[in-house]
């Protein structure tokens, strides 16, 4: 006789009482995100990237799986790539240095930690959360 698994335990909520989605629920393949750490939104304006404190059209990022745990991100509106150099991270084409492994932190956040260079998008503020593009 089969009894039935416990269910899970309740979902945390966000503070406006949505459930919290897990941030790796958003990377998938074509998925399209903003990212946001604690400076604010990145975003792609005029091929460079930057910090914006508001959602913009320029903050959206295409998600390609590029291998386990690893992506890379094309701005939706601009175009380019997220880019890894040995002490930045730029916009440029495709290629090895546009690859970024994620990384899950204790506190919900994620970073993404270029797969060529010890660089991580954010750079000094690398803790970065996930929501949907709207």
Known sequence: YNSAPPPPPPMD???GGLYAIPPG????????????????YMCS???QLETSPAVTQDCGWKVTSTGFMMF????????GFMKATDSNVVIGPPGNDTMFEVKFN???????QSTVSNMFIGIKDPEMYLEMAS
């Open 13 to 15: 909520t966000s503070p």
């Open 25 to 40: 629920a958003l990377l998938y393949e074509g998925s399209v995100v903003v990212m946001k750490n604690n400076i604010g």
């Open 45 to 47: 304006s005029g091929g």
């Open 72 to 79: 890379s991100f094309e701005n939706a509106k601009n175009g």
């Open 106 to 112: 204790p506190n919900g956040s994620v970073s993404f």
